[in-house]
T-cell receptor, first 112, second 114 residues
Framework: DQQVKQNSPSLSVQEGRISILNCDYTNSMFDYFLWYKKYPAEGPTFLISISSIKDKNEDGRFTVFLNKSAKHLSLHIVPSQPGDSAVYFCAASTGTASKLTFGTGTRLQVTL | DTAVSQTPKYLVTQMGNDKSIKCEQNLGHDTMYWYKQDSKKFLKIMFSYNNKELIINETVPNRFSPKSPDKAHLNLHINSLELGDSAVYFC?????????????FGNGTRLTVT
């Protein structure tokens, strides 16, 4: 019962271009969504989040879009940099951070 | 000055043994967690403690017992280890249990049961 899905296990983007990572969810009770970034042999680090009352949140090169009717969110990285190469996890919660439901991650490779 | 540190980083042990993983955070956070990442890369909550009190206990076998001696520490003890326990275990903390309080993760402990 995978409530948060990241259907693309990997993505390759050229440096300077836009990276778009997608995430779908099934539980309509989710009201807060987060993206985490993970380098090998390290723990996930928080990147950006969005509340269900918004449809967009921006932080520098990172923007998260939420489409509640489609139960879909996406992370845009513009411009992509080689240091962005990592695994990106989408996560969702229902009212409390005490229980996050994670997707299985998308490996982003930014090439020169 | 690592924010969330867990030890050991690697743990190789035989079936049936008992082992512990330690976690400490120096962020002054009230809430701590254990997550498990299995071979399929699913990252799933196991336990959550707020101010030393257990608030989340997912369907985890009772061979797993978390212990929080104080707010800064949350250790995980595993009895009678099984092959299926092989995974990466992540400790995490957050300032509060509110939605907008992001988790800070440790670097994980890779447990291999042979």
């Amino acid at each position: 019962d995978q409530q948060v899905k990241q259907n693309s296990p990997s993505l390759s983007v050229q440096e300077g271009r836009i990276s778009i990572l997608n995430c779908d969810y099934t539980n309509s009770m989710f009201d807060y969504f987060l993206w985490y970034k993970k380098y090998p042999a390290e723990g996930p680090t928080f990147l950006i989040s969005i509340s269900s009352i918004k449809d967009k949140n921006e932080d520098g090169r990172f923007t998260v879009f939420l489409n509640k009717s489609a139960k879909h969110l996406s992370l845009h990285i513009v411009p992509s940099q080689p240091g962005d190469s990592a695994v990106y996890f989408c996560a969702a919660s229902t009212g409390t951070a005490s229980k996050l439901t994670f997707g299985t991650g998308t490996r982003l490779q930014v090439t020169l | 000055d690592t924010a969330v540190s867990q030890t050991p980083k690697y743990l190789v042990t035989q079936m049936g043994n008992d082992k512990s993983i330690k976690c400490e955070q120096n962020l002054g956070h009230d809430t701590m967690y254990w997550y498990k990442q299995d071979s399929k890369k699913f990252l799933k909550i196991m336990f959550s403690y707020n101010n030393k009190e257990l608030i989340i206990n997912e369907t985890v076998p009772n061979r797993f017992s978390p212990k929080s001696p104080d707010k800064a520490h949350l250790n995980l003890h595993i009895n009678s280890l099984e092959l299926g326990d092989s995974a990466v275990y992540f400790c995490a903390s957050s300032q509060a249990i509110a939605n907008n309080s992001p988790l800070h993760f440790g670097n994980g402990t890779r447990l291999t049961v042979t």
